[in-house]
């Protein structure tokens, strides 16, 4: 089974920039369309960006378009989130996972933006 590990997760003020990465174990990783999602406190984990297998497409949240760029790395078997522009309500610990949900989630990365 794929196991996924987060990182790069922070404490950033209104207007910064973080890259999250998130590493995947096995040799799957490059046959699947992966995903960010994200759960602020109380809420329900929802979408954030997704990426075709070979990073030509790339698909994202009304709520971070313009503001975030996902982007991968077959060679290395890793995923990224570039974050620029950032706003209080992107707080929230992301997870990155296969489009369709259907890894075992990883332990996620905190992301904290202050005003």
């Known amino acids: 089974q794929v196991q996924l590990v987060e990182s790069g997760g922070g404490l950033v003020q209104a207007g910064g920039s973080l890259r999250l990465s998130c590493v995947a174990s096995?040799?799957?990783?490059?046959?699947?369309?992966m995903a960010w999602f994200r759960q602020a406190p109380g809420k329900e984990r929802e979408f954030v960006a997704r990426?075709?297998?070979?990073?030509?497409?790339?698909t994202y949240a009304d709520s971070v378009k313009g503001r975030f760029t996902i982007s991968r790395d077959n060679a290395k078997n890793t995923l990224y989130l570039q974050m620029s522009s950032l706003k209080p309500e992107d707080t929230a610990v992301y997870y990155c996972?296969?489009?369709?949900?259907?890894?075992?989630w990883g332990q996620g990365t905190q992301v904290t933006v202050s005003s």
């Open positions: 996972n296969r489009v369709s949900r259907t890894l075992d």
């Open positions: 990426i075709s297998i070979n990073g030509a497409i790339t």
């Open positions: 096995g040799r799957t990783f490059s046959s699947y369309i």
